[in-house]
């Protein structure tokens, strides 16, 4: 196996696809990882954190709609979700350049 961590770093920013796409930040990472996770070092932990934390982000989202629509609350929800979307994959982008797990909060862990 080699280490890339270049790839690691691509891997986490690749989520950012979500702001163009709204989808693609779960399936560019989910292709990434499961095409190359034998090969390069690491990448089976980072894309698995990656793949939990946009799946948690998804049902956090569907979560908060019915709650929009009955209490106004889904609204602060969805504000959180954004900017865990936003700030998390940077962040663990920057970890993973130097060699660091990545962490994301919140996350349920479908994939162990």
């Given at each position: ?23 693609g ?74 060699g ?13």
């Amino acid at each position: 196996m080699k280490t890339d961590k270049q790839l690691l770093v691509l891997l986490h920013l690749s989520q950012l696809i979500d702001l163009i796409t709204g989808i693609g930040g779960l399936l560019v990472p989910l292709i990434i990882w499961s095409i190359k996770k034998d090969e390069i070092t690491d990448l089976d932990q980072h894309g698995k954190a990656i793949i939990n934390f946009q799946l948690s982000m998804i049902i956090y989202a569907l979560i908060a709609f019915p709650l929009l629509l009955l209490i106004g609350l889904g609204i602060l929800i969805w504000i959180a979700v954004g900017l865990m979307c936003l700030i998390y994959p940077i962040v663990n982008a920057l970890r993973a350049s130097s060699g660091q797990e990545p962490f994301y909060p919140l996350t349920i862990r479908f994939i162990k």
